[in-house]
């Protein structure tokens, strides 16, 4: 495992689209694998593959309930709506306010190639909603409402 880098606001990966991912490999493996310690190390609750650079539609998401790695998720079903502040570690230190829905039933494949359909709600479904846009080459920003504002990070607060 390894902490990849990550593709920051201004890179043209982040806004392409990215391809199904058809069979998983042990590249495909190690790569799910790097994204979760990405993820952790940075202290996100998602990351989606091509802001580590890879044009996979790939996933990682941990709300505080343990890892979900969706591969190929599609969102089926959005309902109702939430509001609230939203961040994205390839736009760091910056934060806005997005409105997405509140409840989504998301299909997607997991790493043993098992498929699943989950319901998400709350944080759980604006991180599905968030990160499944990555794969479509959407970044959170062009949909803040107002301006976007800066995020002083915990650590600097206490120095």
Same mark, same amino acid.
């Given at each position: 495992?390894a ?18 991912v ?5 590249? +495909?493996?190690?790569?799910?694998? @790097?994204?979760?310690?990405?993820? *952790? !190390?940075? &202290? =996100?609750?998602? /990351?989606? #593959? ?53 409840e +989504?039933?998301?299909?997607?494949? @997991?790493?043993?190639?098992?498929? *699943? !359909?989950? &319901? =998400?709600t709350? /944080?759980? #479904? ?34």
């Amino acid at each position: 495992m390894a902490i990849r880098n990550l593709r920051l606001e201004g890179d043209p990966i982040l806004r392409k689209t990215s391809r199904e991912v058809k069979e998983i490999t042990p590249k +495909v493996r190690e790569l799910i694998d @790097d994204m979760l310690e990405t993820m *952790y !190390e940075k &202290d =996100g609750v998602g /990351l989606a #593959a091509p802001q580590v650079g890879i044009l996979k539609r790939i996933v990682v998401i941990d709300v505080g309930d343990g890892p979900l790695v969706m591969i190929n998720p599609e969102i089926v079903r959005e309902e109702g709506s939430q509001t609230g502040d939203e961040g994205c570690l390839s736009v760091p230190g910056k934060a806005g306010q997005v409105t997405r829905p509140n409840e +989504v039933t998301v299909h997607f494949m @997991d790493e043993d190639g098992e498929y *699943y !359909e989950l &319901d =998400g709600t709350e /944080l759980l #479904a604006r991180a599905i909603c968030h990160e499944c846009e990555h794969l479509d080459g959407k970044l959170y920003i062009d949909s803040v409402e107002g301006e976007l504002h800066d995020v002083v990070n915990e650590e600097e607060e206490e120095a």
